[in-house]
């Protein structure tokens, strides 16, 4: 049996993540020291299937509300590719926010992007090379999510 609590449920969104709505998310969210408390993952099936979902649940700080810490969700749909390797020690914890780039029609989502700097990914190969926490997907949203149950 799962004893862990359950996701929250949405408290704002979703929204697309487009540029608007990732500038939006960059904006809204401090990353530094942000945990990584689920990655989910599933696969749709059916005539009007998304294919592969991924729903990531990161604990971040309200930039214009003091730093509280929330809980938002990534969710991603139509994914690809992705890899996700085991973290060092009890979660990945985030030191820069993640980094959304688009190649070959696909948006890739790099939650380890510190690895470049201030440097730009070239290409898709490089966002996957080194990284172990990664997607590519076809669409995606963010929301916020209600605080953890206690």
């Keep these: 049996m799962d004893q862990r609590p359950r996701v929250p449920a949405r408290k704002l969104g979703p929204y697309a993540l487009t540029d608007d709505g990732i500038a ?8 530094g020291d942000a945990c990584v408390r689920r990655v989910l993952l599933d696969q749709e ?9 991924v729903r990531l649940v990161i604990d971040a700080r309200v930039v214009n ?3 509280r810490w929330e809980p938002v969700c990534l969710d991603l749909y139509g994914v690809e590719r992705f890899r996700v390797d085991e973290s060092r020690g009890f979660a990945w914890v985030l030191d ?8 070959d029609g696909l948006l890739q989502v790099d939650l380890c992007a510190e690895r ?6 070239g290409n898709a190969r490089e966002v996957f090379e080194g990284s172990d926490l990664v997607f590519a997907a076809t669409d995606g ?10």
């Design 24 to 31: 939006a998310l960059l904006a809204r969210y401090e990353f």
């Design 45 to 53: 099936f059916g005539p009007r299937t998304r294919g592969r979902v």
């Design 65 to 67: 509300e003091g730093l």
């Design 96 to 103: 820069v926010p993640p980094r959304f780039t688009r190649f």
């Design 116 to 121: 470049f700097g201030g440097l730009r990914p």
């Design 141 to 150: 949203g963010w929301s916020a999510l209600e605080p953890w149950e206690s």
